[in-house]
């Protein structure tokens, strides 16, 4: 018998390209004027300096990741808004009600195991956007260095919605999956 189409389980490619599309959108808006000032502006010394710098962060051990952690508790969390953030991102609240329209027994854990593959992932996203935080920081310093202060300010803006935000939902994310399990996950 052929699936119906509310199974439980929506096709992997269709999970995909609904997460990919805030990924997309807000990559672009973020990355395009960063991408623009750094050919327009920057020395590519500089440029090609920083990137490397940033990449370093991928190199950190999980455990300095609470180093930096904002709260242990999803209270601070949301008085930041970070919970908004969550509704606008890849597996977050709007791409969830759209998929949950034609699937609605669909949840993205189902258990420890896909919790704890949640955690992994979590890490490796935050890892992600500390190097691009990185990147667009060491940037908005050498423009206001310069004395671009205009994409100065419009760095440190994008910075903090494309990259400070999401490494706090990441460790928002990690706090209510433990809190959901009664113990710390991935820890």
């Known amino acids: 018998m052929a699936p119906s189409g509310n199974a439980a ?21 973020s990355w395009g004027p960063l ?21 370093l962060a991928y190199a950190l051990p999980r455990g300095w990741f609470r180093c930096w952690q904002l709260s242990e508790s999803v209270v601070a969390y949301r008085r930041v808004g970070v919970p908004v953030v969550n509704r606008l ?41 500390v190097a691009a935080l990185l990147v667009f920081l060491w940037a908005g310093a050498y423009a206001a260095v310069q004395g671009y ?19 706090w939902l990441q460790q928002y994310l990690r706090l209510r999956l433990a809190a959901s ?5 991935g820890r």
């Not at 202060?149 to 490494?167: F, S």
């Open 89 to 129: 991102a890849q597996h977050g609240g709007v791409v969830n009600a759209l998929i949950r329209r034609r699937y609605p027994q669909y949840r993205r854990v189902r258990g420890h195991r896909s919790g704890a593959a949640l955690v992994g992932n979590s890490y490796h996203m935050e890892r992600f956007h």
């Open 35 to 55: 991408t623009v000032f750094c050919h327009q502006h920057m020395a590519r010394p500089w440029l090609y300096g920083l990137l490397g710098l940033s990449v």
């Open 149 to 167: 202060w205009g994409w100065a300010g419009l760095l440190t803006l994008l910075n903090m919605g494309y990259n400070l935000y999401p490494i």
């Open 181 to 185: 399990a009664g113990k710390p996950l």
């Open 9 to 29: 389980a929506p096709p992997a490619g269709r999970l995909a390209f609904y997460n990919a599309v805030p990924s997309v959108v807000w990559s672009g808006l």
